[in-house]
């Protein structure tokens, strides 16, 4: 029985009004068709292609057009970009905002990534701060936060949030000694800000479906983090303590919000990390493969009583 | 020949629309729930993440099993190893039937994998039992095109049974290496993997005709974008050349590489069909026929350039972007302007929660991937901006 007789029988049996049946109807046969995704990806290549062919022509022509002219345009599509979005931006507010035109969202990504541009431009031409990138990153970084709670953005949060990680990255870039020591240390540290931070503002509601966003790049990076932590080779029990208790945390947090990507998180990063353990020093083949015979199974073992007890549910 | 009844899978489609309905406030929430319990399914389903690692786990399982049996062999002849793979096949085969049949898993990652294994160590077995042991020759024998064609009959096989589009894609795949077996000319290489793909078109393109809105509808719309899109790259042979990154962007790629007559056909054939496919995806209200229609539009305008061999222009990307983000706000203009905000029986409006999901996810995603700093630079007095190596928003190595 099609979906189209079932809403027939629901109708005439009184479970769904004539109006209903006749707009899911509609919705099933795409009466009307929504072309609403469509053009978004549409808007959002054309951006895209537009500033990699403008990075291009900057790249390419700079010394042929002069300082001059190419920090003009830049700051033209700069200014207008950002002049549409305040200009058309209703009223700030702390909770969800529909964006106000179509390409609005668009326009303000062109924005930021002209920003980027400039930025890059000007600082390799003239070096106004030379040697301290970072601080770059950093400043883009408040100004994607800014321009994301203003404009209720996610493009322009995830900008923020990866800019926040570069400018972390190449802060200790420049010691040189226990690079990976001092990158773990700072990735903990940028997941602690960004969590603790993203945890703040949903309770203050600002803006509280960003949280997601965080949530997700924090376990990632946390992930890692502690990962090649358990990969080094001396003093890696603190690192397994720590991934086996973020494992735990993201399982629960997965299970009894029922985002289901945490589970899965927590089961391949726990895996990897629990195998390389059980792995280390071990060279013969039939052990490895044995290993990966008992604990794939396991693991699925596993995987499938959570799955039946939670998430049935696609 | 499908392993799932009709009646399952319709009335799990019909759980999935009241789901998103409900999700839409299109039914109330105690509609929701008594027109829920009057559709229930005997399929084992689960989420799409838990999907995804059952999946990589049950690959992990089974290809380490494989390896095991082979290191208990010790160091077995490829013949050995060829009927161990083509037993592990029928096995994994076995197993996935039963998964499916026995345990109900629709869409579980298990069964999934299980198929999809059985599909590599067919054609694995049947290379290294069968033709391993031959001399090596530049032009292999017609015999051998066995492995792919194999291939090609056992991802159908696997599509048909299971329902995974990805077996259809894979058969696609396969076919792509059954003409090099067969004749050492590219002009016919291209052509019989293009006319294979039509076949599979026209096919199709009959059987969808009597599942007009039921649940293979969609799954019928994905293999057909799929077979436009592989007939589109057969025939564009500045995207589907491998030795694409040595001509691409400077664009000297010679027509003389392909006899001018097929060459240039295949030229008219790549702008006749943009406008084709998606001629049929707006007839059909075909949301994937539609964005292949579009993808494909968007490869002949990149691909014109090194087809008539003239060079690229850096300013090439931003008249594309234009030309993008102006058809976008010209048609969204356009269908907001009709009655109700419809033309056609087309809208701009989001008529599905489901769009602003998916534009949230890939807005995370992309912007997270998007150049959108300054890298580390030289620190040389006498850097120069340039190069263009990497283009992008500015984070490229040049800047």
């Known amino acids: ?314 | 020949m499908r392993i799932y009844s009709a009646s399952s899978e319709e009335t799990l489609r019909a759980r999935k629309l009241l789901r998103d309905w409900v999700g839409d406030g299109f039914l109330a929430k105690t509609q929701y729930q008594r027109l829920e319990q009057e559709t229930p399914s005997e399929l084992r389903t689960t989420n799409i993440f838990l999907r995804l690692v059952l999946f990589l786990f049950t690959l992990l399982s089974v290809g380490a099993a494989f390896g095991l049996f082979l290191v208990f062999l010790s160091r077995p002849s490829n013949q050995t190893a060829g009927v161990v793979s083509l037993i592990f096949a029928a096995v994994c085969y076995a197993a996935a039937e039963a998964a499916a049949s026995q345990a109900r898993l629709y869409r579980y990652g298990i069964e999934e994998a299980l198929a999809v294994c059985s599909v590599g160590f067919l054609c694995a077995g049947m290379q290294a039992a069968f033709f391993s042991g031959r001399s090596y020759s530049p032009q292999p024998e017609a015999i051998q095109s066995m492995v792919p064609a194999a291939g090609v009959v056992f991802s159908l096989w696997i599509w048909r049974r299971f329902g995974l589009l990805y077996a259809f894609l894979a058969a696609m795949i396969f076919v792509i290496f059954l003409p090099g077996y067969w004749t050492s000319s590219h002009e016919a290489q291209h052509l019989i993997v293009a006319v294979f793909y039509a076949a599979g078109l026209v096919v199709v393109a009959v059987v969808r005709s009597r599942h007009r809105f039921d649940y293979l509808d969609e799954a019928y719309s994905a293999v057909e974008a799929f077979l436009w899109l592989g007939i589109y790259l057969a025939i564009n042979l500045q995207v589907s050349s491998l030795n694409l990154s040595m001509h691409w962007w400077d664009g000297t790629r010679a027509a003389s590489e392909f006899a001018r007559p097929f060459y240039w056909g295949t030229w008219v054939l790549i702008w006749c069909l943009p406008p084709i496919v998606l001629a049929r995806g707006i007839r059909q209200r075909d949301r994937f026929v539609i964005a292949v229609g579009a993808i494909v539009a968007v490869l002949t305008f990149v691909s014109n350039k090194p087809y008539l061999g003239w060079p690229r222009h850096t300013w090439d990307p931003m008249l594309l972007g234009i030309l993008l983000t102006g058809v976008a706000i010209y048609l969204r203009r356009w269908l907001a302007r009709g009655p109700g905000g419809i033309r056609n029986g087309f809208t701009a409006a989001r008529l599905s929660g489901k769009d602003k999901q998916w534009i949230n996810v890939g807005a995370t995603v992309t912007g997270l991937l998007s150049p959108q700093a300054p890298a580390p630079q030289p620190s040389s007095p006498d850097f120069r901006f340039g190069g263009g190596q990497t283009g992008g928003g500015g984070a490229g190595g040049d800047f």
């Open chain 1, 1 to 314: 029985m099609t979906i189209l007789t079932r809403l027939e029988q629901w109708k005439e049996q009184g479970k769904v009004s004539p109006e209903q049946c006749a707009h899911l109807a509609g919705l099933t046969r795409g009466e009307p068709f929504s072309l609403f995704l469509e053009l978004n990806v549409l808007l959002y290549a054309g951006v895209l292609a537009f500033v990699a062919g403008l990075g291009w022509n900057v790249s390419t022509w700079s010394k042929q057009l002069g300082d001059g002219l190419v920090l003009t345009v830049l700051s033209t599509i700069l200014a207008a970009s950002f002049w549409y979005c305040f200009s058309r931006a209703p009223a700030w507010s702390p909770a969800e905002t529909p964006a106000p035109s179509p390409i609005f969202d668009y326009v303000l990504y062109l924005g930021s990534l002209i920003w980027s541009m400039e930025l890059a431009y000007v600082e390799n031409r003239f070096h106004v701060l030379s040697g301290q990138l970072d601080l770059y990153l950093l400043a883009s970084a408040a100004l994607f936060f800014f321009l994301a709670y203003r404009f209720d953005n996610r493009f322009v949060l995830s900008l923020a949030l990866s800019s926040l990680a570069g400018w972390f990255g190449l802060t200790i870039s420049h010691w040189s000694a226990h690079q990976d020591a001092a990158y773990r240390q700072y990735a903990l540290l940028y997941c602690l800000l960004v969590g603790v931070g993203g945890a703040l503002l949903q309770r203050a509601s600002l803006k509280p479906h960003f949280f997601g966003t965080y949530l997700n790049i924090v376990a990632n990076v946390l992930f890692w983090a502690l990962l090649s932590g358990v990969f080094i080779r001396q003093g890696y029990g603190p690192w397994f303590l720590a991934l086996l208790i973020a494992c735990g945390a993201s399982v629960a947090w997965g299970l009894t919000r029922r985002q289901f990507a945490f589970v899965a998180y927590a089961a391949v990063y726990g895996y990897v990390g629990v195998s390389s353990l059980f792995l280390r020093g071990v060279t013969d083949q039939t052990a490895v493969l044995f290993y990966l015979v008992v604990s794939g199974v396991a693991m699925l073992v596993a995987l499938v009583l959570i799955g039946r007890r939670f998430g049935r549910q696609a």
